[in-house]
């Protein structure tokens, strides 16, 4: 099955779930994608962790709250090196994906998810061979 959204496409791949990829290339720098959020207080980090929308959750400011981004940007997998970063839009309630790097069309879109390998096992799945290949 596969999703198109502009320059993005959203594959089913084995063993990997959903993920994003380039449908053409993309220049570093270049707004990707602005997804809207819902904001999560800080406080409320320990009910997501208990779930499986904890996995989905992004940092939204140094104040330690969160968001659940509405968009393709809540599929966009953990990997290193990323060739995406993020950036809270506070005034507009999005989140922005930009290019890190140039990105070819048939790439896959990754960021570091900022967790150390256990973390990136244990709660978000991630298998050792996949962490230990980036």
Wanted: proline share 4%; hydrophobic share 40%.
């Amino acid at each position: 099955m596969q999703h198109v959204h502009s320059n993005l496409e959203v594959r089913v791949i084995p063993g990997k779930g959903r993920c994003v990829f380039a449908a053409r290339d993309i220049a570093k720098g270049q707004l990707v994608m602005a997804d809207p959020i819902i904001f999560v207080p800080g406080g409320d980090s320990d009910h997501t962790d208990q779930t499986s929308v904890g996995r989905y959750v992004f940092q939204w400011n140094e104040d330690d709250d969160l968001c659940v981004v509405l968009g393709l940007g809540s599929l966009i997998n953990h990997g290193l090196p990323e060739n995406v970063s993020l950036v809270s839009n506070y005034k507009d309630q999005t989140m922005e994906f930009y290019a890190y790097t140039d990105i070819k069309a048939g790439d896959e879109l990754v960021y570091d998810y900022g967790h150390d390998a256990e973390e990136l096992t244990g709660y978000y799945g991630i298998p050792a061979r996949a962490i230990a290949a980036a």
